[in-house]
């Protein structure tokens, strides 16, 4: 089992940034490769991005690309997600995830973190 706690969100204005953090425990972090998912009011969850167990590969969903930029601690347990220049449409419940590759954890992560409240206000 591995254990996902994301904090870091909150309120900020439209043009703000926030840093998103999740710490796991459980099972060997750096065994696991990592990402953030997103879901909005009445939309499905969604791919936001994602980083190899090492933290040499990632992929971000094209709505993010060129703002957000995810990394991750192998030292510390920790993943985390800069996110710049919000949009209201930014709006949403992030999650982090885990799953053995980075091949599956955009279609089947094994396991998923509370998640926490993003709010970008116009």
């Known amino acids: 089992q591995v254990q996902l706690v994301e904090s870091g969100g909150g309120l900020v204005q439209a043009g703000g940034s926030l840093r998103l953090s999740c710490a796991a425990s459980?099972?060997?972090?750096?065994?696991?490769?990592m990402a953030w998912f997103r879901q909005a009011p009445g939309k499905e969850r969604e791919f936001v991005a994602c980083i190899s167990r090492s933290g040499g590969l990632t992929d971000y969903a094209d709505s993010v690309k060129g703002r957000f930029t995810i990394s991750r601690d192998n030292a510390k347990n920790t993943l985390s997600l800069q996110m710049n220049s919000l949009k209201p449409e930014d709006t949403a419940v992030y999650y982090c995830a885990a799953a053995s590759t980075i091949s599956v954890i955009t279609t089947r992560p094994s396991y998923w973190g509370q998640g926490t409240q993003v709010t970008v206000s116009s």
């Open positions: 459980g099972r060997t972090f750096r065994n696991y490769a």
